[in-house]
């Protein structure tokens, strides 16, 4: 009987990256000759128009009504955007890459546009502790807790928090515009914040890092899972962008005990947000929070995350917290979907823009035995290795490691074997360094 392997893979990198740009305060009022702005679209996606109440899918052309993205590359190419109230586009509990909307004309959100990471997993009394709590589309998953003999994990990301030494220590939470918080232990024990990445340019774009799972709550085999990061979403136009609704990418909050008691989760951090166009105002929401976490021994909370605001006239009247502003700069298009991706698992060669359909599996396998996966990365520097996280349908989730990226930083490769049981599985896949 075959089972199926479904592959959707996230190919998410950290690079540092040296700017010297001229950063702007925001100020409003009526330009006599206003400068002028390319987003980089080219209108091919025509209108994204959604004025019916009710929560779509965005990533299910089924929910959207057509096919988005056909070449899987995350820059969506529209000529104008509304987001009528009532809207909402789900972009929650995804694996995929960060979004880029681009329009030739003007983009009103009066909806909500939702990139929240998941809260942790509850223990449920054993039953499902072991759950990772998925991101926002961009960001990173949480760590999943401990469980019976298998120890804590730290969550995903390059600001993931770490796990505390202690065994019955809550996780610490994840770091994005600073250091995490730290997972708290018996006898005023703190440690395991993620560390701070990323800068204020949003360059790259990057989601939010995912809190660490808790450990083993004292004489109970169990802890209580991490939470998400949340996702990442740039959103440029050639016109303007009015935000009277809601644009939110907050980490998810770290479980604690169903019984309120020790080794809660860390808290996921907050995602990213830019916007760019020559006018950019409205009295919305522009969210970025991080992710808490509570209970006798809790675990950190998540750092909030970065918003970034470029346009010639600013006049947004909503809370924009800590968020940068500036003229607008260069849009930056990713240059890749998936700077790291499996190509093969065992002789079955993966899409290269997989849908991670729950009805259409990707890749179908025989066999339920150690297998190989093959992995291809570009842009990433040689001797990383590659972390992946499979998600299973009804078991705990497995993390491994691949051999360290051989090749040239254009091109390298790398493998790693894991056994693959019957049903469903979902893998992450994610190369993290230190440039």
Same mark, same amino acid.
Not at 173 to 179: D, R
Not at 376 to 392: D, E, H, K, M, S
């Given at each position: 009987m075959p089972y199926r392997y479904k592959a959707i893979m996230q190919g998410v990198t950290h690079a540092g990256l040296s700017l010297a740009l001229a950063l702007c305060l925001p100020w409003s009022g009526v330009a006599t000759a206003q400068p002028a702005f390319n987003s980089g679209s080219d209108g091919s996606e025509g209108a994204l128009t959604i004025t019916t109440p009710g929560t779509y899918q965005f990533f299910d052309p089924a929910s959207m009504g057509r096919q988005l993205d056909p070449d899987g590359d995350g820059v969506y190419h529209f000529t104008t955007i509304t987001i009528a109230s009532g809207v909402t586009i789900d972009?929650?509990?995804s694996l995929h890459g960060p979004v880029v909307w681009l329009a030739t004309g003007a983009v009103q959100i009066n909806g909500l546009i939702d990139l929240n990471g998941? +809260? !942790?997993h509850p223990d449920g009394n054993g039953q499902s502790n072991a759950v990772v709590a998925m991101p926002g589309a961009g960001g990173f998953a949480g760590g999943?807790?401990?469980r019976f003999n298998t120890p804590a994990q730290a969550g995903g990301g390059?600001?993931?928090?770490?796990?505390h030494s202690v065994v019955t220590g809550g996780g610490g939470?994840? !770091?994005?515009? !600073?250091?995490g918080g730290n997972g708290a232990a018996g006898g005023g024990v703190l440690e395991g914040s993620g560390r701070a990445y990323g800068n204020a340019f949003l360059l790259p774009l990057l989601g939010g890092?995912?809190?660490a799972g808790g450990g083993h709550n004292g004489g109970s085999l169990y802890g209580a899972g991490g939470g998400a990061g949340g996702g990442a979403i740039l959103i440029a136009s050639s016109d303007r962008i009015l935000v009277d609704g809601t644009i939110r990418t907050n980490g998810g909050g770290g479980h604690v005990l169903f019984n309120g008691g020790a080794s809660g989760g860390g808290g996921g951090s907050g995602g990213s947000i830019r916007l760019i166009a020559p006018i950019v105002s409205g009295g919305g929401t522009l969210s970025? +929070?991080?992710g808490s976490s509570n209970g006798s021994l809790p675990g950190g909370a998540g750092s909030p995350g970065r918003l970034r605001v470029e346009a010639f006239q600013i006049g947004l009247t909503g809370p924009t917290g800590s968020a940068t502003f500036a003229t607008p700069g260069v849009v930056f298009l990713p240059s890749s979907r998936q700077p790291v991706r499996i190509v093969r698992i065992g002789d079955v060669l993966v899409p290269e823009n997989p849908t991670g359909s729950l009805s259409n599996a990707d890749v179908v396998l025989e066999a339920n035995t150690p297998t190989t996966l093959e992995i291809?990365?570009?842009?990433?520097?040689?001797?990383?290795?590659?972390?992946?996280?499979?998600?299973?349908d009804f078991t705990e989730a497995l993390t491994f490691n691949s051999t360290p990226l051989s090749g040239t930083l254009a091109s390298s490769t790398a493998t790693a074997v894991v056994t693959i049981p019957h049903g469903f599985s979902q893998f992450l896949v994610e190369a993290n360094w230190t440039p």
């Open positions: 972009m929650t509990r998941s +809260n !942790g999943p807790a401990a390059p600001g993931g928090g770490q796990v939470g994840a !770091g994005h515009v !600073g250091p890092s995912g809190g970025v +929070n991080g291809a990365a570009r842009g990433v520097p040689p001797g990383t290795v590659v972390r992946i996280t499979v998600l299973f």
